[in-house]
């Protein structure tokens, strides 16, 4: 995740700057799949380079690394000091030493998706969504979801629950089951009645009082 603004700045659709995975830079569409929660406050790692740029993102998000751009990835939690990432510096993505990798409070939880799956370019660096096997299987996926409309769907049913997407959609939340003998036992009351009373509508009966659960 990055603490960059995309909701109400940029809609599905809209195009962005990213590069491919042998390094060159192309334009690519922002997918429905963005999350983008700007009210969320996260712990964000904070990379620094040799060359004094920075980019701060959450320990669980991928950045581009290795000798060559741009299809080798890691989360910014495995980044050591003197590893190789990638930015873009005059229009040309280039290799950067990580300096320093420090820890900062921030709001606004955001991940950028693009419909054929290339590597976003946010604060001049080179980042990515998901691991180097995930994207390269959304590169063929993400492009079938929009053609046939299905990508809502997709993140409903697939995708972890309770989160907010860059058109403004929030998946609803997990549902937390029951723990304890007294809740168990107030949602099975609780489906019985919802039976009793589907039974019996339009017969002239009342659902019954639910039962006290001591």
């Given at each position: 995740m990055l603490p960059l603004v995309l909701e109400g700045v940029l809609v599905p659709g809209d195009s962005?700057?990213?590069?491919?995975?042998?390094?060159?830079?192309?334009?690519?569409?922002?997918?429905?799949?963005s999350i983008a929660e700007p009210q969320a406050h996260a712990d964000f790692l904070t990379i620094r380079t040799a060359a004094g740029t920075?980019?701060?993102v959450t320990a669980?998000?991928?950045?581009?690394?290795?000798?060559?751009?741009?299809?080798?990835?890691?989360?910014?939690?495995?980044l050591r000091v003197g590893e190789?990432?990638?930015?873009?510096?005059?229009?040309?993505?280039?290799?950067a030493t990580v300096a320093k990798v420090g820890v900062v409070v921030a709001a606004g939880r955001h991940s950028p998706v693009t419909t054929h799956a290339h590597y976003p370019i946010v604060d001049g660096f080179v980042t990515a969504f998901d691991s180097s096997a995930r994207v390269r299987?959304?590169?063929?996926?993400?492009?079938?979801?929009?053609?046939?409309?299905?990508?809502?769907?997709?993140?409903?049913?697939?995708?972890?629950?309770?989160?907010r997407y860059v058109d403004g959609t929030t998946t609803q939340p997990a549902r937390t089951p029951p723990t304890t003998y007294n809740e168990r036992r107030a949602e099975e009351e609780g489906k019985r009645q919802d039976?009793?009373?589907?039974?019996?509508?339009?017969r002239g009966h009342a659902p019954?009082?639910?039962?006290d659960v001591a």
């Open positions: 962005i700057l990213v590069a491919t995975a042998d390094g060159a830079l192309v334009t690519d569409t922002l997918s429905p799949l920075s980019l701060s669980e998000h991928h950045v581009a690394v290795g000798p060559a751009c741009c299809a080798t990835l890691k989360q910014a939690r495995e190789t990432v990638h930015q873009l510096v005059a229009g040309v993505v280039t290799a299987l959304a590169s063929f996926a993400l492009p079938l979801l929009e053609v046939t409309g299905a990508t809502d769907l997709f993140r409903r049913t697939f995708l972890k629950p309770g989160r039976v009793f009373a589907t039974e019996n509508a339009g019954r009082a639910a039962t």
